[in-house]
């Protein structure tokens, strides 16, 4: 169980980092991300790991934890509660994946061959129980602390890119420096930006952390004590400038050092030097939980997959054993299933609040016009909103209208995290779900439609934002 000590109302926190780098002689993995097979890793360019921070008033506690990884299921997440004697009505634990593409698979989709999956389970139990040891030891760690806030939007040109239409960004950086509070020494700096860790491409062969590794080690050098960086709304697909980063004759790996110390640079200038700190007199949550059909047909074909880390279940709420999923699977591959036949799965969407930070947590990769709008151009930092070579551009007529996910928050200083406790792929809005539920869901039609094929479903992402609305408006 992690916990504060003290019941007096007051703020505690700590912050860390555990190792969880693969060790290649005793855990068999594939590096995960592009396409549908795995990389075998050549070596370590940098480490990767879980960093956390535990946060308290006293008498509740919350946990946020990063992992340098593709993704978390969220039956991994459940793992850990179990492993921490979680007591949901004291404690609450949000873990995210950064969605590191240079990291081993954890979600089973990168294997030797497609449709293999490259997870090694003595590594994915490596993790979790790296993750429950980082939280104990926080737990011990625990001391009263204040912190300072900061915000600002990014000029996202020469630093990213959006490569489906209609070309949207969320600029806004968000970052958090816990002090403490006797010797004003920095515990942690939770920092919360939007982009794809992918400036390292498909042919490396070497495990990395990618910008998010940079960027933490550099803000750690910098402010000291830990720095926890979650991804934002990354979908869409929101990816590394590289062209622009790379200078003449340099490669990925420096592409990567200079984003990370470009983004160093701004969160220093929102919370860095000396500062006057503030004491959140409480620490709360909310959380949903949510069923979702899976009708996306090369899931359904693949369906004994997503057993790895859901539980698969009947239109009626029934779990279904392994057996009865493979049949669901093979039905779908020879027959294709009727509606009311097919298989649901169950997520979790979170609030947290602290102070003036507010944090909503998303279970997969939200496109960013869905936290922000910006279906008249307004986050397009001069590359046109849809683009000329686009045959069958977005219908920007059908786009949701607002309020956005973000203009519900409540918090001076929000935070969308994304990859929050489970990895549901892309969340597409439904008004640009183009492809059709045929088999394996090809062939795509004209225009950016990659996305679909990896969501669970087309209203996926309506449930999803109706859950946060609800959260965000005090309705469970």
Known sequence: MFSAAAADAAFYAAGGKMDITPDFKRHKVYLAGYGDRGRKPAGIHDKIYARGVLLSDGKKTVGLVALDLIGFFQQDV??????????????????????????????????????????????????????????????????????????????????????????????????????????????????????????????????????????????????????????????????????????????????????????????????????????????????????????????????????????????????????????LSLRHAVFRLKTEELPWITTEVSRIRFGPVEILGIPGELFPELAIGGYDGRFRFGYPLLSPLNSAPPELNRAPRPPYLKDSMKGPFRMLIGLANDELGYIVPEYDFKIAPTLLVEPRPPGHHYEETHCVSPDAAGSIVQAAQDLLNGRR
Not at 191 to 215: I, K
Not at 303 to 316: E, Q, R, W, Y
């Open 78 to 327: 459940e793992e850990v509660r179990k492993l921490l004697a979680y007591d949901p009505g004291k404690q609450y634990l949000l873990i995210a994946a950064t969605h590191n593409h240079s990291g081993p698979d954890t979600l089973g989709f990168w294997g030797r061959f497609p449709g293999l999956s490259g997870v090694d389970a003595s590594y994915q139990a490596y993790v979790r129980s790296q993750i429950a040891a980082l939280l104990r030891e926080l737990a011990t760690q625990l001391q009263e602390a204040e912190m300072v806030s900061g915000k600002k939007n990014l000029n996202m040109k020469g630093l990213a890119r959006d490569s489906r239409d209609p070309v949207v960004m969320d600029p806004e950086m968000t970052a958090v420096r816990i002090l403490s509070k006797r010797g004003q020494k920095t515990i942690a700096t939770i920092v919360n930006w939007s982009c794809h860790p992918e400036v390292l491409q498909r042919d490396n062969t070497l495990l990395t952390a990618d910008f998010p590794g940079q960027l933490c080690d550099g803000v750690e050098g910098r402010l000291g004590g830990t720095c926890v960086y979650f991804s934002g709304s990354v979908g869409g697909l929101v990816f590394p400038d590289n062209e622009a980063l790379k200078g003449v004759g340099e490669d990925d790996f420096a592409a990567s050092e200079k984003l990370g110390e470009i983004l160093t640079e701004q969160v220093n200038s929102l919370v860095g030097g000396p500062r006057k700190g503030t004491a959140p007199s409480t620490v709360e949550w909310s959380f949903k939980s949510l069923r979702l059909r899976v009708e996306n047909s090369r899931y359904l074909v693949f369906l004994p997959k997503l057993t790895f880390g859901h539980a698969v279940s009947n239109g009626k709420g029934e779990v279904l054993s392994r057996w009865k999923v493979w049949l």
